[in-house]
T-cell receptor, first 112, second 109 residues
Framework: IAGITQAPTSQILAAGRRMTLRCTQDMRHNAMYWYRQDLGLGLRLIHY???????GKGEVPDGYSVSRANTDDFPLTLASAVPSQTSVYFC???????????FGPGTRLTVL | GQNIDQPTEMTATEGAIVQINCTYQTSGFNGLFWYQQHAGEAPTFLSYNVLDGLEEKGRFSSFLSRSKGYSYLLLKELQMKDSASYLCAVRDSNYQLIWGAGTKLIIKP
């Protein structure tokens, strides 16, 4: 089934640990995005990539890093997790930055 | 700053019509999106407006007035499965989506 997959579905993490959230799409979309969603707030863009090999910072990039080695994969890394990074993380993709974004199922992350 | 405003919560009756409003102030405008998000699930695309006017898609319609910085999503013949959050998002001059906090729609029998 075509679409976007994310792993893990959920994770509880001790503060200070390193964590990588995985995102893979099979739609050959050029653009990919990472958002966080917190109660009472809109989705906030963390990082994005308009094409393989390039990345950019969104609204809330601090404490996160990304890479885009190929078209399909866009992992998000928390180098040293803090409790304020407790959130639901959504990966999304679009054919280009000017097209509709489609979302993965999300990763629920709790940092204790 | 950039801002998207929509009501936090609305309640409607099964079979009725409901209008969810969204006002925006953004750095540039390259289209407005509505997404539906059921609890615990991912947002799914509903509609896109870039020109003024009404776009109709089955039971759902979306309206845009760029001069007023205003949009609404109209849901007709409400069904229990329409209970969800509805997210308004504007694509700004950098082609990034700015999101509202969402409107939780509760449908009562």
């Amino acid at each position: 089934i075509a679409g976007i997959t994310q792993a893990p579905t959920s994770q509880i993490l001790a503060a200070g640990r390193r964590m990588t959230l995985r995102c893979t799409q099979d739609m050959r979309h050029n653009a990919m995005y990472w958002y966080r969603q917190d109660l009472g707030l809109g989705l906030r863009l963390i990082h994005y990539s308009n094409t393989a090999g390039t990345t950019g910072k969104g609204e809330v990039p601090d404490g996160y890093s990304v890479s885009r080695a190929n078209t399909d994969d866009f992992p998000l890394t928390l180098a040293s997790a803090v409790p304020s990074q407790t959130s639901v993380y959504f990966c999304a993709s679009s054919d280009s930055e000017a097209d509709t974004q489609y979302f993965g199922p999300g990763t629920r992350l709790t940092v204790l | 700053g950039q801002n998207i405003d929509q009501p936090t919560e609305m309640t409607a009756t099964e079979g009725a019509i409901v209008q969810i409003n969204c006002t925006y102030q953004t750095s540039g405008f390259n289209g407005l999106f509505w997404y539906q998000q059921h609890a615990g699930e991912a947002p799914t695309f509903l509609s896109y407006n870039v020109l003024d006017g009404l776009e109709e898609k089955g039971r759902f319609s979306s309206f845009l007035s760029r001069s007023k910085g205003y949009s609404y999503l109209l849901l007709k013949e409400l069904q229990m499965k329409d209970s969800a959050s509805y997210l308004c998002a504007v694509r700004d001059s950098n082609y990034q989506l700015i999101w509202g906090a969402g409107t939780k729609l509760i449908i009562k029998p």
